[in-house]
């Protein structure tokens, strides 16, 4: 079945204690990316990735880190976590040919204490 | 700045009537847009996509989009509403390789 595979699915922690949140992928897509969503405003791109060891900043980077080592992975680091990324999370993946259609992970909540 | 717009925070319909969720983008190039579904505790689902061709788009559950580039909106409509589509609908754009959301309508459907 393809998927978009996030884990884990819910998390409560500490200010400052380094995290990462995985995400995978089975479709073999190229293209990668993680949103936040807050109530009120919507989802917001965090990072993309085009491919393998490619990422760029989406509009609201500060305070993570990506990395895209394997085309099926793109974990999402936050290295200092405060309240403020308190939040759902979201990965999707899609292939680069044409327009994206994006596939969602079914979300991570995360509480930062 | 790339931006979408969604007017409407909530709407309520009678299961049966019609709708229509409004969505408003910045001025750009021709723009890649799409509607998507959240439903409550979900992940997002893709209903509707438009990148060039016929301005009335078709989608999965029997929604529909019309762009309007004189009017630089995307709105969703729907014929007739049933209790499932309650959700929280977004609009979205895709500019270069950078996606931009709106900030969703959440649609009630009472009996």
């Known amino acids: 079945e393809a998927q978009v595979t996030q884990n884990p699915r819910y998390l409560i922690t500490v200010t400052g204690k380094k995290l990462t949140v995985t995400c995978s992928q089975n479709?073999?897509?190229?293209?990668m990316s993680w949103y936040r969503q807050d109530p009120g405003l919507g989802l917001r791109q965090i990072y993309y990735?085009?491919?393998?060891?490619?990422?760029d900043k989406g509009d609201v980077p500060e305070g993570y880190k990506v990395s895209r080592k394997e085309k099926r992975n793109f974990p999402l680091i936050l290295e200092s976590p405060s309240p403020n990324q308190t939040s759902l999370y979201f990965c999707?993946?899609?292939?680069?040919?044409?327009?994206?259609?994006?596939?969602f992970g079914p979300g991570t909540r995360l509480l930062v204490l | 700045a790339q931006s979408v717009t969604q007017p409407d925070i909530h709407i309520t319909v009678s299961e049966g009537a019609s709708l229509e969720l409004r969505c408003n983008y910045s001025?750009?190039?021709?723009?890649?847009l799409f509607w998507y579904v959240q439903s409550p505790g979900q992940g997002l689902q893709l209903l509707l996509k438009?990148?060039?061709?016929?301005?009335l788009v078709q989608g999965i559950k029997g929604f529909e989009a019309e762009f309007k580039r004189s009017q630089s909106s995307f709105n969703l409509r729907k014929p007739s509403v049933h209790w499932s589509d309650a959700a929280e609908y977004f609009c979205?754009?895709?500019?270069?390789?950078?996606?931009?959301f709106g900030t969703g309508t959440s649609l009630t459907v009472i009996p």
């Open positions: 990735s085009m491919n393998v060891e490619v990422t």
């Open positions: 999707a993946s899609s292939s680069a040919e044409g327009v994206k259609t994006q596939y």
């Open positions: 479709m073999n897509h190229e293209y």
């Open positions: 979205a754009r895709l500019a270069g390789n950078q996606f931009y």
């Open positions: 001025y750009g190039a021709t723009p890649y």
């Open positions: 438009y990148f060039s061709g016929d301005t």
